[in-house]
Each structure stands twice: as C-alpha cells, then as structure tokens.
C-alpha cells in the first residue's frame, strides 16, 4: 500500500546551476531552463563569490517564482557550490548543471523519467553526455585536433556506455565512472554520500565523486540523448595540461590521503604493477618529468607550425606523461611512499565439493581428495599460507597469502578438508546457501550435477571453532540477475541475517550463484552491508572493485602446474601466456606484431580445448563420494 502510494508521487526535482561571473552566459541558461516541458521542478542558482551582475540579473528574475539565488561571501570553488545547492534544493532530485549550457526542452522530463521509473529504495544516478558548442575560433592546430579529439572520446564513451547496456560494473567501468554536469541523483543519497570532494578545486571532482557514488553501490544508469550544449571558449591546449598536472597532485592525495586505491588512480602506481616493461616507462617518466615537459613544449610548437597528426601524437603522450609526473612530485612525495602505498596483489581459490568427479561436467567443479591434498602439500612446501578475511581486508597483505574459498558448503568439506586445515595450519571461507544447509545441492541438479550433502549446523559450527569462516551464497542459489528486486533483496539480505544470527559473528562476505552480477544485484549487495564479494572471473585482485572480486577456479582440470601459476597470476598456465598476449596484442606498436600475437594467442586457445576434449577426468574407488 504504501509503495503504490510512493509509485503514485511525482517527483520534484531541483536544477542546480552555479555560476560565477558570466552573466551573460548565464542568462542563456536560463532562458532555456525555464522552457522545459517538466513543470515540477526549481532552478537554484549559486553564485560562487561576490558578484554585482549576476545580483543585477537575480533582481531582473525576482518575478520568476521558480528560480532561487544563493551566494558565497567568498570564492570557494565549483565542487563548493554544488554542494550548497544541494543543501539548499528543496526537490526529490537533484540535477546539476553550470553557467555556460543549453538545455533541451526534454532535459528535465528526460532524467526524471529514470526516477520516477525506478522502484522505491533503488538508488541512482542518471548521467548524459554534452554536446560541445564551440563559442570562440579554435586558434590552433593543437586546439583543433583536442576539439576533434574530445567529440570521439565523447562518441565512444556513449557507445561503451550504451552498449553497456544495463551492466555497468567491473574494471573498465570503474575508471569512467563519473558525476557531475548533466547528471542527477536522489537528494538524500548525495548528502549521504558527503557530495562533492570540496579539495577538488582545480579538476577530477566528478571521477572523485563517480567512483565514490559507484563503490556506494549506487546503479549508473546511462541516458543516450543528448540534450545539453556546452558553450566553449576554452584554450583547450592549456586546458589539459592543467587539467594532467592537477590530476597527477590530486592522485597523490587521493592514494596517499583518502586512501582511494582504486582503477581511477592505478596511473600514480604503476612504475610498481603491470607488466615490466609498462613499469619501466613509468619509472622513467617520474625520473624525466621534466624533460619530458620541456620536449612537449618542442612538439607544440612544431605541431602547431606543421599540422602533422604524428607531431600531435608525440605532444600528447610527451605532455600527458610530463604534467601528471610534475603534478605528482610537486606533491612532493617519494617513491618509497609510492611503493608501500601500491601494496601486493591478492589471489583467491575457488573450490566446490572435494570428492571424485563422475562425469566431465562435474569435473570442471569437483575436486578429488587426493589432488587436493596433493595441491595443499605443494602449496604448504612452496610457502604460501591461507589468508583470514581480515587479513585480506588488511591494507598490506604479506606476500604469499591465499584466500581458500569453497562454494556451495558440500558437506565433505567437513571430512577432507578439516583435518588438512588442522594439520596444515590453513583456513578458508566456506560460501553457504542458507536454505539448504543440512540439505542437498538440489539448486545443481539441472546443471546436470549428482545430488549431494551439504554442511549441516553443527559440522558448520565445529568447522567454526578451527578458524574456518563464513559467507553468504544466497538463500536459494538463483541466478541473481534473473530474479525480481523484492527476491533478490530477501537473497542478499535475509541471508546475511540468518547466517549471522547462527553463527554468532559478523558475515562480511558474499559469493555470487554461478557468477551472477549485474549493477542492480552488485547494488543490493553493497547495500546489505558486505564489505567483499567473489565473481567467477579469474585473475588476481589489486586496486579493484571489493564487490566483484576474482577468484581462480581450481578443479579436476587443474594440473599442478596450473596450480602453481594461479597462486601468482590468478590464472592457469595456458591462461597466463593467454592473457600476456591478449594485452600484448593490444599494446604492441605495429598491426603486423597485434596479429602475430592474436593468431598465437588463437593457436594456443585450440590447442587447449583439444587436449581437454580427450581428457576424461578419472575416479578411482578411493576417491569416490560416499553417498
Ligand atoms: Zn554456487
């Protein structure tokens, strides 16, 4: 009843626009704000300073019931005076824009249509594109190509975003997400979220934000129209060497002083992660910053006298290197504090049940005991030892810390792995499916797997008194992405709840059903409250998203020299050199080498399935379950 209620109530939004000394500019805005075809929203305008225009310009709208002004005593910055319109917007939205766009007539209905649509409790934020309006001549060949350049990036942000579809999460999401201009969000979940980073006076305040709202759990919702023109009248050559050198000092505080070691801010580490030769381009571009300034500045004006795409090219990457690199020095800090604040990569293990598999569908999810314990003896020689969840929390995990994860909670966990753990000193994390603990895997049984025990409570709670740690695997192991927001809510939840009241301590941790994530479920599970959650994905993990965490798939499959390079790379030895050639064949300065490295790539990706289609996965009596 109440939610039909809430569905019924249109929302009122409040346009935020702030400005500060273009009056002119900002009468266009507006103009044009006050022709949208939403009725039920208000303008707040806040001018960031003292400013005797733009109070003349308020006198002249003071008819206009549905403008309000605010100004700063004095000048505090744009982040500052988003903020202050936010505080001050009386509507359920908010939705910023600056002094020097145009709006469509449909921009407000169009952003609130996503509001209105979404079902109460979900949280969004709404961000567009802008068209760029170019309002002065471009002077120069730079400035002309940067113009040309940014309406590429523009169209082929779109396009990743659009066709992103209704998925927006992972690595390559994370670094674009951004809010600011042209985007809009709930009121309640802005302030929550703190708002705009007011340190952020200079560039990035959007990123900052974006990737703050995202890791929040807040869905991106992506509108393609455009229906905003920014009037520029920007020296773009300028404009982006200030915007890189301000970037490179706002990373150091960032990484250094917020603690953001996230994909936005990987470039101010990277002389310390990646592939050598990435890592040494970067140590020599923090030892040459400086010259590599001075070269740029030759490249300018030769690119500007010549009109050549390569000498722009070369200014581009001269540039860009050389002012992030002078921004992060005059931060003044060293690369000892940038070595012990990039940290070591975390691998995590992904197991199901320890018994013999009987079919080759279930060899790619079971594990027989004795290659199990084989593995653990290897790993145990080799020196690694099994992480705790809160040492994986940990800013600084020692080297050779894995995180052993088990699946589904079989209940001959309790039998081959318990007394390894005890004799080996080891842990894991054991994901359970809350329903069905003392049951059977039924959820499996149409993916054509046997049915078998699972944990009961009190193997669980003996399981727990050796260190052993619990997650969340839902409650009934659906696909998440699949299931309605009031089941899929009740899964993430209700789960950590009823686990957590069994167990008497805290569940930190989730494992999607089959890998499922989309941004709505990812949302629900930041929400719920878990600080981790696992994927299926392999690889390792360093500076990416807590809520979509790899894990290196060990099965039947599995030699033990797939074992041995997964604990260092996150991935099988035929997917290590898989991988190293994927990148290579994206970064590698020819096409004629990109292709050699793709067919290589290919070759060795047939061979693989090949040698596996033959193999059949053996079960000797020893191994075989006890059902
Ligand atoms: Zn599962």
């Given at each position: ?5 809430e569905h ?5 939004c ?7 000394r ?98 109460s ?23 002309e190509r ?9 169209e ?15 690595d ?65 050559t ?6 890189w050198k ?12 917020l ?7 990987r ?5 310390f992660?990646g592939?050598r030769?990435?890592?040494l ?47 992060v ?35 790619t ?29 940990e ?17 001959d ?5 318990l ?6 000193n080891l842990?894991?994390?054991i ?10 895997n ?23 008194k050796?260190?052993?740690?619990f ?13 309605s ?58 500076w ?14 599995t ?9 260092r ?21 020819t096409?004629?080498?990109r ?33």
């Amino acid at each position: 009843m109440t939610e039909d209620l809430e569905h019924q109530h249109r929302l009122n939004c409040s346009v935020i626009v702030t400005t500060w000394r273009r009056p002119v500019l900002l009468r266009a805005t507006l103009a044009a704000l006050l022709r949208q075809c939403y009725t039920d929203f208000e303008i707040v305008v806040v001018c960031d300073g003292p400013d005797a225009d733009v109070s003349n310009l308020a006198r002249q709208f003071q008819d206009e019931s549905r403008v309000r002004w605010c100004f700063h005593s004095v000048n505090r910055g744009l982040p500052a005076a988003r903020n202050t319109g936010a505080r001050e917007a009386k509507g359920d939205v908010v939705l910023f824009l600056d002094d020097d766009v145009i709006a469509d007539p449909d921009l407000v209905s169009m952003h609130m249509r996503h509001h209105q649509q979404a079902q109460s409790g979900r949280r969004l934020a709404v961000t567009s594109l802008v068209a760029e309006d170019r309002q002065t001549q471009l002077s120069t060949y730079l400035d002309e190509r940067l113009h040309n350049h940014w309406k590429t990036v523009l169209e082929s942000t779109s396009e990743i975003l659009s066709a992103a579809g209704p998925d927006p999460i992972g690595d390559q999401f994370q670094s674009m997400a951004c809010f600011g201009l042209n985007c809009s969000i709930r009121r309640d979940v802005f302030l929550a979220h703190g708002g705009f980073n007011e340190h952020f006076r200079a560039s990035d305040e959007e990123s900052e934000l974006g990737i703050r709202l995202y890791l929040g759990g807040v869905e991106f919702i992506f509108e393609p129209r455009v229906l905003l023109t920014h009037k520029n009248a920007k020296n773009l050559t300028q404009y982006f060497r200030s915007c890189w050198k301000a970037s490179g000092s706002l990373d150091v505080y960032r990484v250094l002083e917020l603690g953001q070691k996230n994909a936005q801010t990987r470039r101010l580490v990277s002389m310390f992660h990646g592939y050598r030769a990435d890592r040494l381009v970067a140590r020599m571009q923090w030892h040459f910053s400086s010259a590599l300034c001075n070269a740029s500045q030759w490249a300018e004006r030769a690119a500007n006298r010549s009109r050549s795409p390569k000498l722009f090219g070369i200014w581009g990457r001269t540039a860009r290197a050389g002012e992030y690199w002078t921004g992060v020095k005059a931060s003044s800090c060293t690369l000892n504090q940038l070595k012990s604040a990039a940290g070591s990569s975390r691998c995590a293990l992904m197991l199901h049940s320890l018994s013999a598999p009987m079919s080759r569908e279930e060899a790619t999810y079971y594990l027989s005991p004795r290659r199990f314990k084989q593995m653990m003896r290897w790993f145990v020689t080799a020196g690694y030892k099994a992480a705790t969840l809160s040492q994986w929390l940990e800013d600084n995990l020692p080297e050779k810390r894995i995180l052993i994860t088990f699946d589904d909670g079989y209940d001959d966990l309790y039998d081959r792995f318990l007394p390894l753990a005890i004799e080996h000193n080891l842990t894991a994390v054991i994901f359970l499916v809350a329903d069905h603990i003392g049951g059977s895997n039924i959820f499996d049984q149409k993916t054509g797997l046997r049915a078998r025990k699972l944990l009961t409570w009190s193997q669980i709670r003996e399981m727990q008194k050796y260190g052993i740690e619990f997650g969340s695997h839902t409650l009934s192991h659906p696909n998440l992405p699949d299931v309605s927001d009031e089941q899929l809510r009740r899964e993430v939840r209700d789960s950590k709840h009823r686990l957590e009241d069994a167990l008497g301590a805290e569940v930190t941790s989730f494992a999607y059903p089959y890998g499922g994530v989309d941004r709505r479920v990812r949302s629900a599970v930041a929400e719920a409250g878990y600080k981790l959650a696992f994927t299926t994905l392999p690889g390792v993990n360093w500076w990416n998203d807590p809520l979509t965490q790899r894990r290196a798939d060990v099965n039947e499959n599995t030699t033990l020299l797939d074992f041995a390079f997964q604990l260092r790379t996150g991935y099988g030895f035929t997917q290590t050199f898989s991988e190293r050639l994927r990148s290579l064949e994206r970064d590698l300065p020819t096409s004629l080498l990109r292709a050699a490295a793709g067919a290589l790539r290919r070759f060795g990706h047939h061979a693989v399935h090949l040698g596996r289609g033959r193999k059949q996965p053996a079960a000797t009596p020893e191994d075989a379950p006890a059902e």
